[in-house]
């Protein structure tokens, strides 16, 4: 994870908190990552990444890994995490279409970084309008065998993408939010 962070920071994004949990009983790890790309210091985009480490699943690449003959075999592939990127906005007054959002995004997220978009209506009070929010997501696999050869092209390409989104989405913002 320290490695995408640096990565983030690269591709133009600052990072401003990061957590990490054990969970005690089966060893699973969770990291995650709130950052925005440098352009939304003031708001009001947020992209969260969040990496879930399932301990079978390191443990069985290892074993595979013990197994090579030699040390220059290649890694096994077909052991993979998810890496999660979500982008969060305050709730829209003016919410865009979301059928146009999701085909713009997927415009800019392509096939190796597809965007799924929802929404979601909630009501503070029974007699008040229904507040908007989005939902932005895109998941993204990692093969362990990439990560042991310290290839990270797929990574610094999902990145690139997430800035293009991220910046898209925050050009877009004010008129969502009605700041016009």
């Not at 696999?141 to 310290?150: G, I, M, N, Q, R």
Request: one cysteine or more; hydrophobic letters at 45%; a negative charge.
């Amino acid at each position: 994870m320290a490695d995408i962070k640096s990565q983030a920071i690269d591709h133009g994004f600052h990072v401003h908190d990061e957590r990490h949990f054990v969970e005690t009983y089966s060893l699973r790890q969770l990291w995650e990552v709130d950052l925005h790309p440098e352009e939304a210091c003031a708001g009001p985009i947020d992209l969260h990444l969040s990496l879930d480490v399932d301990p079978r699943a390191m443990l069985g690449f290892e074993d595979e890994v013990i197994r090579l003959e030699e040390m220059d075999d290649p890694p096994p592939h077909g052991f993979t995490f998810t890496l999660l990127f979500t982008w969060t906005l305050p709730p829209l007054p003016e919410p865009p279409d979301l059928l146009v959002l999701a085909t713009d995004l997927a415009g800019i997220g392509g096939m190796d970084l597809p965007v799924e978009v929802s929404a979601i209506d909630s009501f503070p009070s029974v007699t008040d309008a229904p507040e908007r929010s989005l939902s932005i997501v895109a998941k993204m696999p990692v093969d362990l065998a990439d990560v042991y050869l310290t290839n990270d092209d797929a990574i610094g390409a999902a990145l690139e993408r997430c800035k293009h989104v991220s910046l898209y989405l925050l050009d877009r913002a004010p008129a969502w939010l009605d700041d016009l």
